[in-house]
């Protein structure tokens, strides 16, 4: 199956509220090759065990299309200040260093999302990433 998706299950890390708005992004990973996926994997094993602990998550999922190296990330956060605060922490903030140089170019999208739509499907996710760029999901 060379061109099968593999979903990792939806990961909830605290409960959403129903009658509250939250912060949905979508990330769009592409590696330029695939000498570089056990160092990817590796590091996604430390940012998983990261997002375990991190306060402001609500919940998350990855995607990969591992033959054609291609991997996207779908997550849920109480706001835009808990996103950041991730981004900016380790393991994170050195995976961006170490595997930005073998990323082609990457894609992000964000939007508003109730509690009650959580967990997100990855087929609406996708159709706002098409709308987003303008073209078909990457």
Same mark, same amino acid.
């Given at each position: 199956?060379?061109?099968?998706? #593999?979903?990792?299950?939806?990961?909830? #890390? &605290?409960?959403?509220?129903?009658?509250?708005?939250?912060?949905?992004?979508?990330?769009?990973?592409?590696?330029?090759?695939?000498?570089?996926?056990?160092?990817?994997?590796? &590091?996604?094993? %430390?940012? =998983? =065990?990261?997002?375990?602990?991190?306060?402001?998550?609500?919940?998350?999922?990855?995607? %990969?299309?591992?033959?054609? &190296?291609?991997?996207?990330?779908?997550? *849920?956060? !109480?706001?835009?200040?808990?996103?950041?605060?991730? *981004?900016?922490?380790?393991?994170?903030?050195?995976?961006?260093?170490?595997?930005?140089?073998?990323?082609?170019?990457?894609?992000? #999208?964000?939007?508003? *999302?109730?509690?009650?739509? *959580?967990?997100?499907?990855?087929?609406?996710?996708? =159709?706002?990433?098409?709308? !987003?760029?303008? =073209?078909?999901?990457?």
């Amino acid at each position: 199956m060379r061109g099968a998706m #593999v979903d990792l299950p939806w990961q909830s #890390v &605290h409960a959403a509220n129903h009658q509250r708005q939250y912060l949905a992004l979508l990330s769009y990973l592409p590696l330029k090759g695939y000498r570089k996926m056990w160092m990817f994997s590796r &590091h996604v094993r %430390a940012i =998983r =065990r990261q997002l375990a602990r991190t306060p402001g998550l609500i919940g998350y999922s990855l995607r %990969a299309k591992l033959f054609r &190296h291609r991997f996207w990330t779908l997550s *849920v956060w !109480e706001d835009n200040a808990a996103l950041t605060a991730f *981004v900016r922490n380790e393991p994170h903030r050195m995976t961006m260093g170490a595997l930005g140089p073998h990323m082609d170019a990457t894609a992000f #999208v964000r939007w508003d *999302v109730m509690g009650s739509d *959580v967990p997100l499907s990855w087929d609406e996710a996708m =159709r706002r990433s098409a709308a !987003e760029s303008g =073209r078909g999901a990457p």
